[in-house]
C-alpha cells in the first residue's frame, strides 16, 4: 500500500504540469499572416516556451551561419553588497560545465568547428554569444539548453573561474560612475562588476550552487537565432531541447526605468554632487529598451544640429552625447555659454521644449525626420551580420502577452529591434530610411507631413528625455547650486505623466 | 561603356585596337565582346544545400569587362545594405619587372590617396591583402554610398600614380621599413626558389627601397595598376546596370599606363592564376637527389633561433587534389608548423622548423619523420572530419564576423576553380569534396605528395638566420647554397 502511493506521489510529481506559456501553433502563424505564411525575411518569432524561457528567431540568409544568444536579465548591479564581482565571477562559471556538458564544452563546441564563443557581462544582462557554421547549429542550441542546468560546482572549478574573472580587463566608462548612479538613482551601478576579493574565493559550495540557482535561471533568460533559415524552422529546431524542462511561468522581468519608475521627479533636475564637474551638464537615463535606445540617439542628433532660438545668449550650444548599453543607457548634454547665474538648465530646457513642440517648426521637424532615417540606416547597418543582430535583439522588449496562450509569435522586425519609425504616409511606409528629395509644391507637403511625423513620434517614444526634471544635474560640492533649476521646463500636463507611468 | 558578355571574338577588331591602344596608353575595345562564361549550377553539381556545405548563397555574377581592359565580376544580394569592391592586382604577371619593393611603394601610395577620399564616406573602410601571385585592395561601406566609393576608387587608379605622391610613399615605406625576422625572409625565399622568381620579387629589402628612382616607382605602378590585367569583384544589392555610372567611372579614369599592349588575357582564372616554373625541383630533402640548402641572411627570432622552412609545389588542378591538399595540411598542421597557398594549378606548401644551435638538425629530422609518419598511417575519419568541419566553418565564421563581403569569398573561389566557370560552385566544391573524403585517400596523397624523403620529387628548403657556427653543422649534411 504505501509502495503504491509512494508510487502515485512521484508519478503526480512527473506529471507534466500544464504549459502556462504554450508553445505557438503553426495556426498562430497563419492567423497572424492572414491566411499566408509568414514573410520569414521581415518577421521574427518571439515566444515564451512552457518553462519559461523566451526565445526569439530571425532569419539572415547572407552566409551559412549563425548566431546563439543566451542573454540572461542580470547583471552586476545585482551584485550582493558583501560580494562585488559575484555575477561575473558566476558568468564564468557557467563555462565549467554541468551534469551533461563537461568544462570548457561549451566553448569547445564552437570552437572544433570554427566557430566563435564569446560572453559579455553589463550592468544589467549577461549575455554568452556564440557564431557558428549554420550546420552545426543543433550542437550549439544544445549547449545553450544545457548551460544553466545543474551546473559542475567544485572548490577546484570555483578557483579557476576566480582566476578567469580576475584576468579580465577592467571597465573605464566614459562617464563616472557616480553619475550614473545618480542618473539611474541605482546604488548597484556604483562599481564595474569586476572585483574578485577575497570574498568570493571564501565562497563554499553550496553558496557558489545557490547563488547559481537564484541567479541564473532559464525563466530569465531569453536565446536568441539567427540563421539561415526562416524562423518557424528555427524556433521548431529550439524547442525540443527544453522540451524536458518542467512548465514554469516566466519571471517579471522588471523594465529598465530609473529607480524603477517613470516617474518624473516634480523639483528635478536633482543636482549630484561629484568632484570637478562644473554644473554645465543634465545627465538622463535612458530606459533600457531598443525603441527608447533608438529615439534617444534621434533626439541627440537633433540636439547636436539644432540651430539657436532668438532670444538665447550668441555664444550658447549644445552637444549631446549618447552612451549605449542595453540595459542601462545614458544621454548626457552639455551646454556652453549659457548664462552662470542660472546654470544650464533653462538653456537646455527651452532647446528641448521646440524639439517637443516641433510640429509647428517645420525646419525642427525636418531636422528629426532627418536624424530618425539617418539612426534607422546607421542600426540597419550596424546589424546586418548575425551576430551583431542577435546581440541586439537580447535587449528586445518583452511583449506584455507573451506567456497568454493566444499571444501572437511574429513581431515586425522593426517592432522587435525598436527601429525609429513614424506612421505611415500613404505611398511612403514608416521604415523608409532616407528622407525624401523635394522637387515640387507636393513633394514639399509630403515631407513636411513626414517631418511632422517625425516629430510627433519622437516625443511619443521618448517624453521623458524632453524634460529637464527627469535628468540630474551633475555638480561640484564646491560650487552652489543654479538657483533657477527647471525655470524654463515646458509645462506638462498632468495626464502626460500619468500616461507614461504605464508605459513598460 | 562596358561590354556585355557575348558569343563570339571578333579578331580583326583586336588588330584594329591596337594602334590607339598603344597610343593613347589605353585600351579601346568597345566592340569587342567577352566569350560569355556559363557558370557551374546546381544542374552541374547536384543541388547545392548552403547550409551544409557551406557555401555562401550568391547566383551566378554578371560579368563584363572594361573599356580600360578590366574585368568585372559582379555579385548581388538583394537587400544588403552594405558594399563591397575588390580590385585584384596580379603581380605575377611581370614578375621579373616587378620587385617587391615598387610594389610596396605603390601600393602605399594608393592608400594614402585612397584613405583620404574615404575619410569623407560614412563608415568607408579600406584593407589590403595579399595571396599567391597578387594583391588585392577592397573598399566597404554601404550601399547607398556605392557611387561615391567607387568614384574614389576610380580616382585613387587614376591619379595615385602621381610621381611625387610615389616619392612620398617610398619615404614612408622606407621610414617604416624593418628588416624582416628569419621567418619571413625564409617564407619569401623558399618561394622564390619554387617559383624561380627573383628574391627580389617577393621581399622588398631596404637596399631595394633606397635604389628605386623615380623611373623604377613609375614603371612599379603602371605595371601593378594596369587594368588590362586585373580583375574587379563587386557585391552589392544593386545590380551593374543599376550602378551603370559607376562601372562607366571606373572604366574610364582608370586608364592603363603606355606600358604593354592588347586587353588582357580573357578571364579572371588566366588572370590570376600563378603560372608553373618553367623548371620545377626535381629534388628531395635528403634523399636519392637531395636539395642543397639555400642560405639567407637575416636575423635570429627573439629566441635567438634560426628558421628552415621546407616546401613544395602541389599540383592542385582538380577539386579532389586541392581538397586533399587542404586536408592534409590542416592535419599537419595540428602538430607542425605546416601553411598552404592555393593558387588554381598549383599550391605551396612550407612547413617552419627552428633550428636549435646545440643541434641544429633535430627538429627537421623530427618533422620528416612526422610528416613520413602520417603518409603511412590512415588517419581516423572522426579526425579527418573534425578538421574539415574546423576548416570549412572557420572560413564561414571569418566572413561573417569580416562584415559579411562576398567579394572576398568570390576571391578565394578564383584561386580554388580551374576556369572561371568553376568559381562560382567551387567553395561549394570543395565543401562537398571535403565532407566525403576517405582518410585512405587521405594517405594515399600524403605518401605520393607530402614525404620530403620519399613520394614525388619537388622538395627545396630554405634557411635563415644562421650563425656561422650552426651553418659549419648543417654543412657536414648538405650542401648549402647562398641565395
Known amino acids: 500500500m504505501l509502495r503504491a502511493l509512494l508510487t502515485l506521489a512521484i508519478a503526480s510529481l512527473l506529471r507534466p504540469v500544464p504549459p502556462s ?304 548599453d542595453p ?97 505611415e504616409v500613404p505611398g511612403l511606409p514608416a521604415t523608409h530610411p532616407v528622407p525624401l528629395d523635394i522637387d515640387s509644391a507636393e513633394a514639399l507637403a509630403e515631407a513636411g507631413e513626414l517631418a511632422r511625423l517625425a516629430a510627433v513620434a519622437l516625443v511619443e517614444a521618448v517624453p521623458r528625455l524632453l524634460d529637464t526634471r527627469a535628468a540630474v544635474l551633475p555638480i561640484d560640492p564646491e560650487l552652489p547650486v543654479p538657483a533657477k533649476l527647471h525655470g524654463g521646463a515646458p509645462d506638462r500636463p498632468a495626464e502626460a505623466n500619468a500616461a507614461e507611468a504605464v508605459q513598460p | 561603356m562596358t561590354r556585355p558578355t557575348g558569343p563570339t571574338i571578333r579578331p580583326w577588331l583586336v588588330a584594329l585596337a591596337l594602334a590607339p591602344a598603344w597610343l593613347g596608353g589605353g585600351c579601346n575595345c568597345k566592340d569587342q565582346t567577352l566569350a560569355p562564361i556559363v557558370f557551374d549550377d546546381d544542374g552541374q553539381t547536384g543541388p547545392i544545400d548552403p547550409s551544409r556545405v557551406l557555401a555562401p548563397p550568391w547566383q551566378a555574377p554578371s560579368v563584363m569587362q572594361l573599356d580600360n581592359g578590366a574585368l568585372v565580376h559582379w555579385l548581388v544580394e538583394p537587400g544588403d545594405p552594405a558594399f563591397h569592391l575588390r580590385v585584384l592586382m596580379p603581380t605575377s604577371v611581370h614578375a621579373d619587372k616587378l620587385g617587391a619593393a615598387g610594389t610596396s611603394a605603390a601600393l602605399h601610395a594608393l592608400e594614402l590617396r585612397l584613405s583620404a577620399r574615404l575619410r569623407r564616406i560614412e563608415d568607408a573602410q579600406y584593407d589590403l591583402h595579399s595571396r599567391a601571385g597578387r594583391v588585392e585592395f577592397a573598399v566597404h561601406g554601404r550601399d547607398r554610398d556605392a557611387l561615391a566609393l567607387i568614384s574614389a576608387v576610380a580616382d585613387t587608379l587614376a591619379d595615385a600614380g602621381d610621381p611625387k605622391l610615389l616619392a612620398l610613399a617610398q619615404g614612408k615605406v622606407l621610414a617604416k621599413h624593418r628588416e624582416a625576422d628569419a621567418s619571413a625572409l625564409a617564407a619569401a625565399g623558399l618561394i622564390s626558389v619554387l617559383l624561380d622568381h627573383r628574391l627580389s620579387h617577393e621581399y622588398a629589402s631596404k637596399p631595394d627601397l633606397v635604389e628605386l628612382n623615380r623611373a623604377r616607382l613609375e614603371r612599379s605602378w603602371t605595371l601593378l595598376s594596369d587594368p588590362r590585367h586585373c580583375v574587379v569583384v563587386v557585391h552589392s544589392s544593386r545590380t551593374a546596370e543599376e550602378l551603370g ?49 639555400h642560405v639567407l641572411s637575416g636575423t635570429p627570432d627573439r629566441r635567438n633561433r634560426a628558421v628552415i622552412m621546407f616546401g613544395r609545389l602541389l599540383p592542385t588542378e582538380s577539386v579532389e587534389a586541392r581538397t586533399l591538399a587542404r586536408i592534409s595540411q590542416r592535419l599537419l598542421q595540428e602538430e607542425l608548423d605546416v601553411r598552404l597557398i592555393v593558387a588554381g594549378p598549383i599550391s605551396v606548401l612550407a612547413v617552419r622548423v627552428y633550428v636549435p644551435a646545440g643541434e641544429p638538425w633535430a627538429e627537421v629530422d623530427a618533422a620528416i619523420e612526422r610528416m613520413q609518419a602520417m603518409a603511412t598511417t590512415a588517419q581516423p575519419l572522426p579526425r579527418v572530419r573534425q578538421a574539415a568541419d574546423l576548416w570549412l566553418g572557420a572560413r564561414m565564421v571569418d566572413a561573417s564576423v569580416s562584415g559579411e563581403d562576398w567579394t572576398a569569398l568570390w576571391s578565394e573561389s578564383i584561386d580554388l576553380a580551374q576556369e572561371d566557370r568553376e568559381i562560382f560552385a567551387a567553395l561549394a566544391r570543395e565543401a562537398q569534396t571535403m565532407l566525403e573524403l576517405d582518410p585512405e585517400q587521405v594517405k594515399a596523397f600524403q605518401a605520393k605528395w607530402l614525404d620530403p624523403r620519399g613520394g614525388e620529387p619537388g622538395w627545396v628548403w630554405v634557411a635563415s638566420g644562421l650563425t656561422a657556427d650552426v651553418q659549419a653543422k648543417l654543412a657536414l649534411r648538405v650542401e648549402l647554397l647562398e641565395l
Open chain 1, 327 to 423: 540595459r542601462r543607457p545614458l544621454l548626457v548634454v552639455r551646454a556652453l555659454g549659457f548664462d552662470a547665474a542660472e546654470g544650464p538648465e533653462p538653456l537646455i530646457a527651452r532647446r528641448l521644449d521646440r524639439i517637443a513642440h516641433a510640429e509647428g517648426e517645420p525646419e525642427l521637424a525636418a531636422l528629426i525626420e532627418n536624424q530618425r532615417a539617418r539612426i534607422f540606416a546607421d542600426l540597419e547597418f550596424d546589424l546586418r551580420a548575425p551576430l551583431e543582430l542577435a546581440s541586439y535583439l537580447a535587449g528586445a522588449t518583452e511583449r506584455r502577452d507573451a506567456s497568454q496562450p493566444d499571444a501572437l509569435p511574429t513581431r515586425s522586425r522593426a517592432e522587435l529591434l525598436g527601429l525609429p519609425i513614424r506612421e
Open chain 2, 245 to 293: 555610372e559607376g562601372v562607366e567611372l571606373l572604366g574610364s579614369r582608370w586608364k592603363a599606363g603606355v606600358l604593354g599592349l592588347g586587353s588582357g588575357k580573357p578571364t579572371a582564372t588566366q588572370r590570376l592564376h600563378v603560372d608553373s616554373p618553367k623548371k620545377p625541383a626535381e629534388t628531395w630533402i635528403f634523399g636519392e637527389t637531395p636539395a642543397p640548402l
Open chain 1, 21 to 324: 506559456n504554450p508553445p505557438p501553433t503553426e495556426d498562430a502563424l497563419v492567423r497572424e499572416s492572414g491566411g499566408a505564411p509568414v514573410e520569414a525575411s521581415s518577421d521574427m518569432l518571439d515566444v515564451v516556451l512552457p518553462c519559461g524561457v523566451r526565445v526569439i528567431t530571425a532569419r539572415d540568409a547572407s552566409l551559412p551561419v549563425a548566431a546563439v544568444v543566451l542573454a540572461v536579465e542580470v547583471g552586476t548591479r545585482d551584485d550582493p553588497d558583501k560580494l562585488p564581482g559575484l555575477i561575473h565571477a558566476l558568468a564564468y562559471h557557467l563555462q565549467q560545465g554541468t551534469r551533461e556538458l563537461g568544462p570548457g564544452e561549451a566553448i569547445a563546441t564552437a570552437h572544433d568547428v570554427g566557430g566563435l564563443a564569446a560572453m559579455a557581462v553589463g550592468a544589467g544582462q549577461v549575455r554568452f554569444e556564440s557564431l557558428i557554421p549554420a550546420s552545426q547549429l543543433d550542437a550549439q542550441l544544445r549547449v545553450e539548453a544545457q548551460r544553466l542546468r545543474a551546473p559542475n560546482v567544485n572548490r577546484a572549478l570555483w578557483l579557476k573561474s576566480l582566476s578567469y574573472a580576475r584576468s579580465d580587463d577592467r571597465e573605464r566608462p566614459l562617464i563616472p560612475r557616480e553619475l550614473i548612479v545618480a542618473a539611474w538613482r541605482d546604488a548597484g551601478l556604483g562599481h564595474d562588476g569586476r572585483a574578485v576579493d577575497k570574498a568570493l574565493g571564501d565562497l563554499l559550495d553550496q553558496s557558489v550552487e545557490a547563488q547559481l540557482a537564484k541567479l541564473f535561471d532559464y525563466r530569465a533568460a531569453t536565446l536568441v537565432v539567427v540563421g539561415p533559415e526562416d524562423p518557424q524552422k528555427l524556433l521548431d529546431r529550439v524547442t525540443p531541447y527544453f522540451a524536458d524542462l518542467p512548465a514554469r511561468p516566466r519571471k517579471t522581468i522588471a523594465p529598465a526605468l530609473p529607480g524603477g519608475s517613470n516617474s518624473i521627479p516634480a523639483d528635478g533636475p536633482m543636482p549630484a554632487p561629484l568632484a570637478k564637474q562644473k554644473a554645465d551638464s543634465l545627465v538622463w537615463a535612458v530606459p533600457g529598451e531598443p525603441r527608447a535606445r533608438a529615439w534617444a540617439q534621434v533626439l541627440c542628433g537633433t540636439i547636436n544640429r539644432q540651430l539657436a532660438g532668438p532670444d538665447e545668449p550668441a555664444k550658447a550650444r549644445l552637444r549631446c552625447t549618447y552612451s549605449d
